[in-house]
């Protein structure tokens, strides 16, 4: 009997402790190597943290350009940001640019208050008379600690979470945006800086549940 309840146990354990099969078509960037960087601005620093290297931005000069952009082909979608708000930042913070600078195009970006709290501002531009911003001012978070940001698109509304937690939801006709490249840690256009730290993108072809959203921010906040 104790033989038979060990084996079940461990079997148990192996299952929990599996490693979920990526979606296929699922784009999962660790910032401390990004691929496709076409350019870099200033010195992005990399830092130690207990899930390894991830990159320091400095709020004036630093970013990433990739020639890349992980939205083209994805009908829906969920995009997924592991970072860390600097207390002492600018208000506006705009991190993750995919698309293009004036037409269709998707951003993460935060306002960060006086008192080291920042909320969460998403941004969804399909063309000049079809966009969804998702912001509130009253839902805000402490900076100087790791969190993971989510948008999911699908089904003609996109949604926003802070660790899983529902901020807000629209309503946008979505369509794949096909056109442009990426930048991290700034705006195209190289307006409102980002200022903290980021550790890993990951961009799923698929409307995702929270319970399946990355876990890192925990791990890092050990």
């Not at 699908?154 to 442009?180: C, F, H, M, W």
Request: net charge negative; hydrophobic share 40%.
């Amino acid at each position: 009997m104790m033989k038979t309840f060990t084996v079940v146990a461990a079997l148990l354990f192996a299952v929990a402790c599996t490693t979920p099969e990526p979606i296929p078509g699922t784009i999962d960037w660790r910032v401390a190597d990004l691929p496709a960087i076409d350019s870099v601005k200033g010195a992005p620093t990399l830092i130690d943290t207990k899930l390894g290297k991830a990159v320091r931005f400095n709020g004036e000069t630093d970013g990433y350009y990739l020639g890349v952009n992980p939205l083209q082909g994805m009908e829906e979608v969920t995009v997924e940001v592991i970072f860390r708000q600097a207390g002492d930042a600018k208000f506006e913070q705009r991190f993750l640019h995919m698309g293009t600078i004036r037409g269709a195009r998707m951003l993460f970006e935060t306002r960060v208050n006086p008192d080291a709290t920042w909320y969460l501002d998403t941004f969804i531009r399909l063309d000049k008379e079809t966009d969804l911003v998702l912001i509130d001012p009253e839902q805000t978070h402490p900076c100087d600690r790791w969190y993971n940001l989510a948008m999911v698109v699908a089904d003609g509304k996109a949604t926003s979470y802070v660790n899983g937690v529902q901020q807000l939801t629209g309503e946008i006709p979505y369509r794949e945006i096909s056109e442009g490249i990426t930048s991290v840690g700034v705006r195209q256009n190289q307006v409102c800086w980002f200022k903290g730290d980021m550790y890993r993108i990951r961009i799923t072809p698929k409307a995702l549940q929270p319970a399946e959203f990355l876990n890192d921010h925990e791990k890092l906040n050990e």
